[in-house]
C-alpha cells in the first residue's frame, strides 16, 4: 500500500509541478476548450486521455516501444501542436468519435513522456503496484490540471466580459508559439 502510495504522489507532483512542462501545457490546451456546462464531452474526452496515457506507458514498460527521451520531447512538443490546431479549428466542445479518437492517441503520446519519470523514479522492470499508482496520480493529475485551466479561463472570461472564441484564440495561439520554440529547439 506504500508503494501505491508513494508512486501516486510522485507521479501528482511531476506532473503539477512545471518540472513537466509539455504535458502541463498540453493539458491547460485542453481545458480551456471546455465550458462548465459541457461537462459530459469534458469527462468524455478526459477519459481518452487517460485510457490513452495507460496505454502509452504500458506500451513502453514492456519494451513494445521505445523512444529516445530527445524524441519523446519532440513527439510531445508535436501532440502540444496538434491539441492547439484542433482547440483553433473546433468550434464545438462535444465529444464526437473523431475527438474521441484524436485524445486517445494523445494520451498515448502523453503516456510515452511521463514514461520518462516514471523509468528514472521506477527502473525499467515492471511492477503492478508503483505502476497502478502511477497511473492513479498521473490521472488526479490530468484531471486537477485540466479542470483548473477550466475554471481559470470560465472566471477570466467572466471578470473580462470577453468570449470564449476570443480568449480560446488568444491561449491557444500562445501554446501553439510555444510548441513551435519547442519543435524548433528540439529538432
Known sequence: MNTILSSFESALYHLISFSSFEPFMLLV????????KDWKAYFSLLLALIIGS?????????SIITFSGTTVKLILAFSILLVGIQNLVSSQSSASTIRYNFFALVGIILGIGINLHYKNVYGSSFSFYPFTGYNLGASVSYFLISFSSLLVSSLLMLVFKTDRRSFNLVITGIGIGIALVLIYLRY
Open 29 to 36: 490546451l485542453f481545458g480551456i476548450s471546455f465550458q462548465i
Open 54 to 62: 495507460i496505454v502509452g506507458l504500458l506500451l513502453c514498460n514492456f
